[in-house]
């Protein structure tokens, strides 16, 4: 019989070792067959809310060597079609929601950014076309070779994001777009993101949360395939430790391009260590809000038919109607003020 290559670890963020609350996540993992051996014996992940700072993250989860090894290999994506023209206009609105948000966040001056695990290069390239200097890291082979070659971006490197990691050039912000749900050891990549980043940078970051929707959907994120799923505040804890304040944070539905619930969160780099425990989470909250699913909304926001319904509401210009589950107060007055705005006009 094979063996899985799972470890239990102490908590990612604050390196508790005692309780841990289990989670429920779905079953049907989607992602667990392309990890071959490190889940052999297992059908799904098993995540816990740390009974500590409330962290939701997987435990026990594959080893860090093992890990390593696999991205390292480039078997985390599937083969790929490098069709040039097609992924151009795949990727033409991709990550509208982030720089729209950096471009009303970080100051106009911010002109370089590195991102951390740039994948084909999309982001960095539409910042480069804005007059930024773009450079980042990726560890798969296929994707660094189509940032470089494809898309120009040269001071792109091959790896993974570490404290090992030597600069080609600092810069002012360091972009990070579903990264960290992926990394391992935290404060390796944090420490790593520190050398390239110059004192007053900022960090830019975004990653799918279950901290969204409180649905099924939210929980889809919890799967083989990530280590964690951080919210605001758990992102906060680990920053709060390296020198980072907290600038502004969003929650973001994205289910027009991709299916995902984003937190988007910038924090500035100005060495000041605040307390971590100040972002520390109720474990018994985050456990319910994980565990228990209202099934109206799990209609409302499931992948097939949130895309189709955002289509139809943007036809109908009734974009609101979620506020009714999440701010019924919110949602009455909005409703009135579109309608007063459509009859003014
Ligand atoms: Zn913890």
């Known amino acids: 019989m094979s063996t899985s290559q799972l470890e239990q670890v102490p908590c990612p ?22 990890y071959g051996s490190i889940y052999a014996g297992v059908t799904k992940s098993r995540w816990v809310a740390c009974g500590k700072c409330g962290f939701v993250h997987q435990n026990p989860r594959p ?31 991709a990550y509208a929601a982030d720089l729209d948000f950096v471009s009303r966040h970080v100051p106009s001056h911010v002109k370089s950014v590195f991102d951390v695990g740039c994948g084909l290069g999309y982001a960095l390239a539409k910042l480069r076309d804005r007059g930024w200097a773009a450079a980042g890291i990726e560890p798969d082979e296929g994707r660094h070779k189509y940032a470089t070659e494809q898309l120009g971006l040269t001071a792109v490197q091959r790896g993974i994001m570490s404290r ?15 990264a960290f ?14 050398k390239v980043l110059n004192p007053g940078g900022y960090f830019f970051c975004a990653v799918p949360t279950y901290y969204r929707n409180r649905s099924n959907m939210s929980k889809l994120y919890l799967n083989s395939g990530h280590y964690s799923s951080f919210t605001h505040k758990s992102l906060m804890q680990l920053l709060s430790r390296h020198g980072f304040e907290y600038v502004v944070h969003e929650y973001f539905n994205d289910y027009g391009n991709d299916v995902t619930d984003d937190l988007l969160l910038l924090a500035k780099f100005t060495g000041k260590n605040s307390d971590p425990a100040s972002y520390y989470e109720d474990p018994r909250a985050v456990q319910r809000y994980v565990n228990v699913v ?28 979620q506020l009714i589950f999440r701010d019924p107060g919110e949602f009455l007055p909005l409703v009135v003020d579109r309608l007063r705005g459509r009859r003014s006009t």
């Open 13 to 34: 963020l604050c390196a508790n070792e005692g309780e841990f609350l289990a989670l429920t996540v779905p079953d049907g993992d989607e992602n667990i067959a392309n």
């Open 63 to 93: 080893s860090l060597q093992a890990l390593n090894e696999f991205y390292a290999q480039s078997r985390y994506h599937s083969a790929l079609n490098y069709n040039r023209r097609r992924l151009d206009a795949q990727f033409k609105t």
């Open 164 to 178: 090992q990691i030597v600069p080609t050039m600092q810069v002012d912000m360091v972009y990070s777009h579903h």
């Open 181 to 194: 749900e992926h990394v391992a050891d935290l404060d390796d990549v944090m420490d790593g993101i520190k």
């Open 294 to 321: 209202n099934p109206l909304r799990s209609i409302v926001f499931s992948p097939v038919y949130a895309v189709a319904y955002q289509r139809l509401s943007r036809r109908l210009m009734v974009p609101h109607l």
